[in-house]
């Protein structure tokens, strides 16, 4: 049973690029969430998708936008990148019902310079 | 809205016990869960607690009171290999809300 798999492990980009991250939910599991984590810090939630469509959003700007594909993957979406959008981005999925056992992905790991 | 405070850092030798804190405040409140990351890994979920008391799953237990807005995490008989960042989350709607994580150090 393959967990919550994400790609691609590390990326690096330059300011003013735009960045895909992608995130194939555990089996079974048909609700993602996305999660960006500076260094040292909790991990914060940017948005949840749930039958392809966005249920909740964080304290994120525009910039970040996702979508959630009919076999309940997932892509996050950032453009116009800062510096500040260095971070770990943690992709988390669950049974819809289960709302507070969350199974969390490896994370990929953006590097803008 | 939410937030979590949880010691920065504790440290323990292997085969010790330690109990890592965590107050929240929030507006409404279903239960408090908490995660294990080793570095450079994904948050691991290790219990949760809705209703006040004791929880135990081996060698970690977890208790809340939620008269104090408290919680904790216990760990017993410490492996070097528990060292790693350890985190609560309250459920705020759909999504986790964190506290800042504490690590912990196990020294042989």
């Known amino acids: 049973d393959a967990g919550v798999t994400q790609s691609p492990t590390h990326l690096i980009k330059t300011r003013g690029q735009q960045v895909t991250l992608r995130c194939s939910p555990k089996?079974?599991?048909?609700?993602v969430s996305w999660y960006q984590q500076a260094l040292g810090q909790g991990p914060q939630f940017i948005f949840q998708?749930?039958?392809?469509?966005?249920?909740q959003r964080g304290n994120f700007p525009d910039r970040f936008s996702g979508h959630q594909f009919p076999n309940y993957s997932s892509e996050l979406n950032v453009n116009a990148l800062l510096l500040g959008d260095s971070a770990l981005y943690l992709c988390?999925?669950?049974?819809?019902?289960?709302?507070?056992?969350?199974?969390f992905g490896p994370g990929t790991r953006l590097t803008v310079l | 809205g939410q937030s979590l405070e949880q010691p920065s850092e504790v440290t323990a030798v292997e085969g010790a016990i330690v109990q890592i804190n965590c107050t929240y405040q929030?507006?409404?409140?279903?239960?408090l869960s908490w995660y294990q990351q080793h570095d450079g890994g994904a948050p691991t979920f290790l219990s949760y607690?809705?209703?006040?008391g004791l929880e135990e799953t081996g060698r970690f237990s977890s208790f809340l009171s939620r008269s104090d807005s408290y919680g904790y995490l216990l760990l017993q008989e410490l492996q070097m290999k528990d060292s790693a960042s350890y985190f609560c989350?309250?459920?705020?709607?759909?999504?986790?809300?964190f506290g800042a994580g504490t690590i912990l150090r196990v020294k042989s």
């Open positions: 989350a309250v459920r705020q709607g759909n999504k986790l809300v």
């Open positions: 607690n809705a209703l006040d």
């Open positions: 929030t507006s409404g409140f279903y239960g």
């Open positions: 089996s079974g599991h048909d609700t």
């Open positions: 998708y749930y039958e392809e469509e966005e249920r």
């Open positions: 988390a999925s669950r049974i819809a019902g289960a709302l507070d056992t969350q199974y």
